[in-house]
């Protein structure tokens, strides 16, 4: 068996795990990432994929967590310019709350937001455009700005700069058994021992069989699945909607790669990871939902996708809705011996400062007094950000690369950012983009997730490097699959 040794193993290549991994690695620690699976692959692939302060999360009083939120969310419009989007959101009066309190959460959001890159909240008027679309009409609506981002992409992203600044990343490698060996941690993940002064159980749903590893007893943790479904575009235009809903839930429904329409979140309690699964009740909740709002709304045949992710909240009793959206974080250990930290809860947004505090405890556990830096570095593919940059960037590759598709090349941009220039040098080096497997997916990008991405399976691919399986129809998906095996890329 293989050996390594290193300062901190972090056991979760969510955002979590990414966001402590690339904290450390660019404070100079030495740090190895395990991930069972693929990167992204569980819960940080499967948010509503927002990042905001979280509207409704006012209405519990968690005002120190939605302003912790949208200070990150200017940070990260600027560190991962080219994976988020100004995403506006209509909420119509549909009577679940008074108009004035609603003004009152807008009002209260803009302040706790401070000086904020994104336009401020605004009541919008019958004849505003996008209500036009409402059956039946509403009279009036509320108007407000969050970040839209692509979630796995930010958390490969976020993995990979990590890797750029020296952490090793095992993919498909679980973390399987641990042992305390004097002042280190020794672990078999996939093939490999690894010797940790550290460990960081950034598992998610799947925390307390990390812990199990160890002999430590579950922490109490509330399962909370939420489902989204994806549907052909309801209707044209960019903004999206919070609908309020009767049980006092929102319901989202975002414009979602080019056609679509994403649908979430539903609230089910789940008795183990091992039950997460969308259910009839949950598409029906959504459906409903969207018939409420639009009338002729789609049927159960016309989902395109539906994804499931769970959230492990902190158990403070009462209804899921209301559950906090904090995280709680354990370090263990006695300075000059073996550490073990373990993290519970969170949310996408706040990735950045949990990392920060979970590796300011870490690194003086450690003797460094490095400090975070993550702020203020651009993730790989920022440096086209913004839309002009984007286009700029798109418009001078495709002038540098004539034979190549202008199309193709602005796609491409949108996922990759200005890791767009090597991605293309590359397929012109082999020729041109390849196979054209539908869906705006080539064999040119498919390789690169491969090659630089750590794209094992072909769902890697189509789900998570690329959302270009909802374009797909499922023989295109399957022929992309048994290409993807035929070529032993993974
Ligand atoms: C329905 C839903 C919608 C959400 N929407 C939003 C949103 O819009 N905005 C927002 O900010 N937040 C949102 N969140 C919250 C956010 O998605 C999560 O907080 C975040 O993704 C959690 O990341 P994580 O790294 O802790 O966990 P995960 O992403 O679940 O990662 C844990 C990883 O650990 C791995 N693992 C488990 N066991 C082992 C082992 N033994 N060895 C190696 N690896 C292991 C798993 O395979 C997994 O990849 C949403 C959550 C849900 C459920």
Request: one cysteine or more; aromatic letters at 6%; charged letters at 20%.
């Amino acid at each position: 068996m293989h050996r390594e040794s290193c300062d901190l193993l972090i056991v979760g290549a969510g955002i979590n795990g990414a966001g402590i991994a690339r904290d450390a690695a660019l404070r100079g620690l030495d740090v190895i990432v395990c991930e069972r699976g693929d990167i992204a692959g569980a819960t940080s692939s499967a948010s509503t994929k927002l990042i905001h302060g979280g509207l409704r999360y006012l209405e519990q009083g968690a005002f120190g967590l939605v302003r912790e939120s949208l200070q990150e969310r200017e940070t990260l419009a600027r560190i991962a310019a080219h994976l988020v989007r100004p995403q506006r959101f209509v909420v119509p009066h549909t009577g679940e709350r008074p108009a004035w309190m609603l003004a009152a959460g807008l009002l209260l959001y803009d302040l706790l937001a401070g000086r904020s890159t994104l336009p401020r909240s605004r009541r919008l008027r019958a004849d505003f455009p996008s209500l036009q679309h409402m059956q039946p009409p509403v009279s009036a609506a509320h108007a407000y700005y969050d970040l839209w981002v692509d979630d796995a992409r930010l958390t490969l992203c976020t993995l990979l700069d990590a890797q750029a600044h020296g952490a090793r990343v095992l993919p498909q490698s679980a973390l399987s058994t641990v042992t305390a060996e004097g002042a280190h941690w020794r672990c078999t993940v996939g093939q490999t021992t690894v010797l940790a002064r550290c460990v960081v159980n950034v598992a998610g749903p799947w925390m307390n069989a990390v812990e199990a590893l160890r002999g430590v007893a579950a922490a109490p943790v509330r399962l909370v699945q939420g489902t989204h479904i994806v549907v052909p575009r309801l209707h044209a235009g960019d903004d999206a909607w919070l609908l309020q809903q009767p049980d006092r839930r929102v319901v989202f429904v975002i414009p979602f790669a080019g056609d679509f329409h994403l649908v979430g979140t539903t609230e089910t309690d789940l008795p183990s990871p091992e039950a997460l699964s969308a259910t009839a009740a949950e598409r029906r909740y959504l459906l409903d939902a969207l018939r409420r709002a639009f009338g002729g709304a789609p049927v159960e045949n016309d989902i395109r996708w539906e994804f499931s992710g769970m959230r492990p909240l902190i158990d403070g009793g009462g209804s899921a809705r209301t559950a906090s959206r904090e995280y709680r974080m354990r370090m263990e250990g006695e300075r000059g011996g073996r550490g073990w930290m373990s993290i519970q809860g969170g949310k996408l947004t706040t990735h950045r400062s949990l990392a920060e505090r979970a590796v300011d405890r870490l690194a003086a556990f450690l003797g460094s007094n490095a400090r975070c830096v993550t702020a203020d570095r651009l993730l790989p593919g920022a440096e086209a950000a913004g839309p002009t940059q984007r286009s700029e960037l798109a418009r001078t590759l495709a002038q540098r690369h004539p034979a190549l598709s202008s199309g193709w090349i602005a796609t491409l941009v949108g996922r990759h950012g200005s890791e767009t220039s090597p991605l293309l040098e590359q397929a012109a080096r082999a020729g041109g983009p390849g196979r054209d497997f539908g869906g705006g997916l080539f064999e040119a990008e498919a390789r690169w997730c491969a090659q630089y991405e750590w794209a094992y399976n072909a769902d890697d691919v189509l789900w998570r490097r690329t959302k270009c399986g909802v374009g797909m129809s499922a023989a295109q998906r399957d022929t992309f699959a048994r290409w993807w095996v035929d070529q032993r890329i993974g």
